[in-house]
């Protein structure tokens, strides 16, 4: 069986500091991981995908993530956030399997202060 | 707009009723889904359709019946419904194969009385 561990349930950061959200993932076979956001009152956004390749990858806005095989983490990092960043983040995981099936880890609330 | 809509956005009910969600989006996907955020915000799949099939079925309570006329629709009916029914659920659409991106409705809010 598949699941997701966001250990921070939520990060308070000050604007133009960097962050990091930190998600671990626990599959017997090979996976395909994401990084959604969810804005206040909306529904999900894709943030970011690894699916095989450069295990650096990013996103439009200034994110990125890295996944690490041997420790299972697919952590997402911002070098300067701002406070439109402000969202919970989810971090996601589907295996080789026939569907398209995401396990979600239970969201990290990042909250972005003046 | 290209979008995944649902309808309504908010749902106030007794316990006991019957509700249906209804979720329509036109970006062309021929793959289906419904979610459950609870009040933790906690996410899980409970349904998925391909081309009007049923592909993923989660332990979901028979009192969920999805329904899928066609590729662009999928709808949620609730028989009976109880107090830990509330929740915001999520319909999301993608093109069928591994890894696709799924795209997200604005959820609709249920709350059971």
């Known amino acids: 069986a598949q699941s997701v561990t966001q250990l921070d349930s939520q990060v308070p950061v000050f604007e133009e500091a960097p962050v990091e959200l930190r998600c671990n993932y626990s599959?017997?076979?090979?996976?395909?991981l994401f990084w959604y956001v969810q804005y206040p009152n909306q529904g999900l956004q894709l943030l970011l995908k690894?699916?095989?390749?450069?295990?650096l990858v990013e996103s439009i806005n200034g994110f990125e993530a890295e996944f690490n095989k041997s420790q299972t983490s697919f952590h997402l990092r911002k070098p300067s956030v701002h406070i439109s960043d402000t969202a919970e983040y989810f971090c996601?995981?589907?295996?080789?399997?026939?569907?398209?099936?995401?396990?979600f880890g239970t969201g990290t609330l990042l909250a972005v202060q003046p | 707009d290209t979008a995944v809509s649902q309808t309504p956005k908010y749902l106030v009910t007794q316990m006991g009723n019957d509700k249906s969600i209804k979720c329509e989006q036109n970006?062309?996907?021929?793959?289906m889904y419904w979610y459950k955020q609870d009040s933790k915000k906690f996410l899980k799949i409970m349904f998925s359709?391909?081309?009007?099939?049923?592909?993923i079925n989660e332990t979901v309570p028979n009192r969920f019946s999805p329904k899928s006329p066609d590729k662009a629709h999928l709808n949620l009916h609730i028989n009976s419904l109880e107090l830990g029914d509330s929740a915001v659920y999520f319909c999301?659409?993608?093109?069928?194969?591994?890894?696709?991106?799924?795209?997200f409705g604005p959820g609709t809010r249920l709350t059971v009385l």
């Open positions: 599959s017997s076979v090979s996976v395909y």
């Open positions: 996601a995981v589907s295996s080789s399997g026939a569907t398209n099936k995401l396990i």
């Open positions: 970006l062309g996907h021929d793959t």
């Open positions: 999301a659409s993608s093109h069928s194969g591994l890894a696709r991106e799924q795209f």
């Open positions: 359709y391909n081309n009007k099939e049923l592909i």
């Open positions: 690894y699916l095989s390749g450069s295990t």
